[in-house]
């Protein structure tokens, strides 16, 4: 029912649509907004925001909205196992999320499904909907200087969660990676799936996962074996090669 209700205010929404200018404005107003995350200051944490702005800025080419300036910004929580994205193209992603990788390419399916959440238009339409349902303009999110960013992490319709994993699919590959590295994560959050409620996991135990993380991102989400299916059907579509090398993720 919710996902019919936006698809309805989808259309007002395209018509109102914020300029680039004030959705990067928007932005980081949110951003600001944020205290888990990292400060560039941080020595600690430098090296990580480096490598996910590198990484990062590698795949935000060939959008649709060229406009946009992103910024990669690190949470060091192993209990923060998620990423999320706010208009602007400003994307948070946490040291739990990371713990699971073991290559660059897996990294390269989280970013790019995130990029493509801003480019699509779903971060800055749910930021609109947010002011809807507060009866109140852009100019207003300015005067009440608060909008909670827990919105940007509850994940967004199938329809869109499926197309930003399409979207980052492709930002992958066109910039070099693998599209073994999206399945690869896709087979983990199965995994994982099966496996909250098991607190014995080996998996869980590995990476040190906290099961209620675990849980609120598969609320948020479509199940993972339907984005694996999707993502083999892309694949095989553009004929893209899975047997392609991938890096390994670089050590902390």
Avoid at 56 to 61: D, S
Avoid at 114 to 122: G, K, L, S, T
Avoid at 199 to 222: C, G, N, V, W
Wanted: one cysteine or more; a negative charge; aromatic letters at 8%.
């Amino acid at each position: 029912v919710a996902d019919a209700q936006r698809q309805l205010e989808r259309i007002p929404l395209r018509i109102t649509r914020v300029s680039v200018e004030e959705e990067g404005r928007v932005g980081r107003e949110l951003a600001n907004q944020i205290p888990f995350a990292a400060s560039e200051d941080d020595p600690a944490a430098q090296s990580r925001i480096a490598y996910l702005n590198e990484v990062g800025k590698r795949l935000a080419v060939n959008l649709e909205r060229p406009g946009i300036n992103y910024r990669f910004h690190y949470v060091p929580s192993a209990e923060f196992v998620n990423a999320f994205a706010l208009p602007g193209g400003q994307i948070f992603v946490g040291e739990g999320l990371l713990q699971l990788f073991e290559t660059e390419d897996e990294l390269t399916a989280v970013l790019g499904h995130e990029i493509a959440h801003v480019d699509r238009r779903h971060c800055i339409e749910r930021f609109q909907y947010e002011l809807a349902s507060r009866k109140l303009g852009l100019e207003g999110f300015y005067r009440l200087g608060s909008i909670p960013v827990r919105i940007f992490q509850q994940g967004y319709s199938k329809e869109q969660e499926l197309d930003a994993d399409r979207t980052g699919l492709r930002l992958a590959v066109e910039a070099g990676y693998s599209p073994a590295g999206a399945l690869a994560v896709m087979e983990k959050f199965s995994r994982l799936d099966r496996d909250e409620d098991k607190p014995d996991s080996p998996l869980q135990e590995m990476t040190a996962i906290p099961l209620q993380s675990l849980k609120e991102y598969f609320r948020s989400h479509p199940p993972p074996r339907d984005r694996i299916a999707a993502m083999k059907r892309e694949i095989a579509a553009h004929g893209w090669d899975v047997n392609r090398a991938q890096l390994p993720l670089p050590a902390n």
